[in-house]
T-cell receptor, first 114, second 112 residues
Framework: NAGVMQNPRHLVRRRGQEARLRCSPMKGHSHVYWYRQLPEEGLKFMVYLQKENIIDESGMPKERFSAEFPKEGPSILRIQQVVRGDSAAYFC????????????FGPGTRLTVL | QKEVEQNSGPLSVPEGAIASLNCTYSDRGSQSFFWYRQYSGKSPELIMFIYSNGDKEDGRFTAQLNKASQYVSLLIRDSQPSDSATYLCAASSTSGTYKYIFGTGTRLKVLA
């Protein structure tokens, strides 16, 4: 009965490289949310996806960031040409079929950009 | 700009006391509210959710919601040192996508 899984747990990238973060929702959950938490700050919504659909990406920076949730496999948050300001904890949360249900968080990926 | 506000703290309480954490929200249409606990370097862990006005109790925790005042609170009875963490209040957005709007969190310290 696994919870939300994220990998890698820690990711180090140099400026200009790409970061790829993966999230597998809880079994039976079809809604995935990505949040970012900067050091000493609260969680900020980035994007909400269902299988093969981006529902709300209003929190995503317009450039360099993209997300997908394919029919098969995990959800991916991709950051191209990373900059130091991208260093943060990225959390994925999932909820069941009804999107009003409670969101359960994964352990997060801590991205460090050198 | 829809916001959720919390006092950042730290809120210090002695062991065994009641800790009271407060949260206000600006979107009057918000329907669902959540309290998460986050230990340093860890992910948020759900404590309670509340949808209806009034109190909801679960063990040592009581969530209170007052929609008229746009106010949510969390009471922790018999506080323990292990309760020391940051407590995040979240409101479910009314935009139709049910994303959460989080407060910045209140840091709680329970003194042994």
């Amino acid at each position: 009965n696994a919870g939300v899984m994220q990998n890698p747990r820690h990711l180090v990238r140099r400026r200009g490289q790409e970061a790829r973060l993966r999230c597998s929702p809880m079994k039976g959950h079809s809604h995935v949310y990505w949040y970012r938490q900067l050091p000493e700050e609260g969680l900020k919504f980035m994007v909400y996806l269902q299988k093969e659909n981006i529902i709300d990406e209003s929190g995503m920076p317009k450039e360099r960031f993209s997300a997908e949730f394919p029919k098969e496999g995990p959800s991916i948050l991709r950051i191209q040409q990373v900059v130091r300001g991208d260093s943060a904890a990225y959390f994925c949360a999932s909820s069941p079929l009804r999107s009003t249900d409670t969101q359960y968080f994964g352990p997060g990926t801590r991205l460090t950009v050198l | 700009q829809k916001e959720v506000e919390q006092n950042s703290g730290p809120l210090s309480v002695p062991e065994g006391a009641i800790a009271s954490l407060n949260c206000t929200y600006s979107d009057r249409g918000s329907q669902s509210f959540f309290w998460y606990r986050q230990y340093s370097g860890k992910s948020p862990e759900l404590i309670m959710f509340i949808y209806s006005n009034g109190d909801k109790e679960d063990g040592r925790f009581t969530a209170q919601l007052n929609k008229a005042s746009q106010y949510v609170s969390l009471l922790i009875r018999d506080s323990q040192p292990s309760d020391s963490a940051t407590y995040l209040c979240a409101a479910s957005s009314t935009s139709g996508t049910y994303k959460y709007i989080f407060g910045t969190g209140t840091r709680l310290k329970v003194l042994a």
